[in-house]
């Protein structure tokens, strides 16, 4: 398998790589969507929503001017009008921090000059000075051709330089899609109401053909579950695949409102207020997802643990300190860790929990449970072929309905609608992906990994990822990546391979013979230690 293959396969860029899986902070939110509007746009104005949908072509156009990244495919302007004109221009940006998003509105004239900018959700442990009106003022006035740099141009707060820098990106950003999708005299006048209701045509980025059918590929990116969600999908058209993508990504949404802990209104944020009090009647979804998860802890030893949620909140706390939480902290949180804390009642269908305290947090439990959902009703739905990748750690291909190849292309077997290449990142996060494999129909591909959010404590490189029987954070630079043909089973298999020591490890390979997996640590010189199957090893190395 060689990287040239990948190079020239223009239908798989590099946000198809596979990074470490996110676990989601608690959000603060400040504003809802109507409430942000309100503020910007007035609560008095006449509001039209339209969807603009960035094509290949221009996003790489803006991503090579600016040097800034335009990883959705959709974004959805607010137009306030006045008298039969536009009067000012919204949108919601989301820009990573120093490890979560930010979701804020930027509010700009016709002019092109920033007018209001609101924060709307807020996830970090340390920034929060952002939100302020004292910094975000700084923005207003600025145009496409000001330059925005925080120390410089913006005044930053201490403690707050890269929630400044991500809001200084955003801003950015806004400015610059403002000027793409409204350019000179466009911005002084309202198309007709119709245009505001139907989003732009999709347009094809590869086509397969046996010589008697032909399907083109498209692809979607929307903001979900924290973090940038894409589907990309064969279908006969244009149409179908506007139906598809709604179809999928309406999927997610309905997942999200199920399992999200950044979600006030969630079902799982109902359960953890409620359960350690009484008994909490909940959905036959989430108590079967429930139920699994509870299977999982028993047979991982306690390695993969639903309720660590105490424990990522004494971790995050300390993250902004920068000092580890005393053995106290750590014992008061772990007395709260362990799922036999949590009691179903199969014939209720509630679930309550031993003690108040306990919470529930699914983490990547949920996203492979959604990757593999979403793709199943691709399928349902009648797309020939389909990859939904979740924040580019969960990952799953749906079955094909037919054998097609992509037209004039460089390599046959590379190009098969039923196969999505896929770069194993590197643990560092900076280096070249040094694994490139085929997933295949039917198959789920999950990573856990410590390169995203780290953090140091007396000169050790701590993760984000918590060992909830130890109490501690993963140290180093490492990942696993799991395959297998279910969503939650390669995401507790890959959290498994992650957190277990070489000795539970190696016995961990011999209880999977079957699985395919690749185990990636960063040796304290820097060097890469590479483990995985003979097979992988064989068929996914980089320049093999």
Known sequence: MHRPIYEKTLW???????????????????LNESQALGIILGDKAIVRREQKILGEALRKKLEHDSNLQFPESTYTFFIATQNGEPAKYAIVMNEIGKSEPITFMVGMSPEGKVTEIVIMEFRENRGWEVKEKRFLKQFRGKTTRSTIRVDEDIINYSGA????????????????????????????????????????PLTPIATASNGQETIDLYRQVRY????????????????????????????????????????????????????????????????????????????????????????????????????????????????????????????????????????????????????????????????????????????????????????????????????WPVAIAHPDGKNAPPFYLFLEAGNALSTSGTSERTFEIDGKRLSHVINPRTGMPLAGRSSATVIGRGGVQTEVLSKELLLLDPVRRATWRKENLRTKWVHLEVAPRGELIENAPDAIKSEGRSGA
Not at 23 to 28: F, T
Not at 180 to 185: E, K, M, Q, V
Request: neutral net charge; aromatic residues 8%.
């Open 12 to 30: 798989l860029t590099a946000t198809a790589a596979v990074a470490a899986s996110a676990v989601p902070a608690s959000a603060e939110v400040y």
């Open 161 to 200: 330089t890269l929630s400044s820098k991500a809001i200084a990106r955003g801003v950015k950003r806004a400015l610059l899609l403002l000027d793409a999708f409204y350019s000179g005299d466009l911005r002084y006048k309202l198309s007709a109401a119709r245009d505001f209701a139907r989003p732009l």
């Open 224 to 419: 979900a579950m924290g973090t940038h969600c894409e589907i990309r999908l064969w279908c006969r058209s244009a149409e179908d695949a506007r139906d598809l993508f709604g179809a999928g990504f309406g999927e997610l949404e309905r997942i999200e409102q199920i399992f999200s802990a950044y979600r006030e209104d969630s079902e799982l944020s109902h359960v953890n207020r409620n359960a350690g009090s009484a008994e909490v009647g909940v959905s036959e979804e989430f108590f079967r997802v429930t139920e699994d998860s509870l299977k999982y802890w028993r047979e991982s030893d306690g390695i993969v643990d639903i309720t660590v949620g105490p424990l990522l909140k004494a971790w995050r706390i300390q993250q902004g300190n920068q000092s580890s939480p005393s053995s106290v902290v750590v014992h008061a949180a772990k007395q709260f860790i362990g799922s036999y804390k949590v009691i179903l009642d199969h014939r209720a269908k509630s679930i309550r929990f031993l003690l108040s305290g306990v919470e529930l947090d699914f983490g990547g439990i949920a996203k492979g449970y959604a990757a593999e959902n979403i793709a199943r009703r691709m399928e349902e739905l009648g797309a020939y072929s389909a990859l939904v990748n979740l924040g580019r750690s969960s990952l799953y291909a749906s079955l094909a309905k037919i054998n097609l190849r992509q037209q004039n292309a460089p390599n046959e077997t590379a190009e098969q609608i039923d196969q």
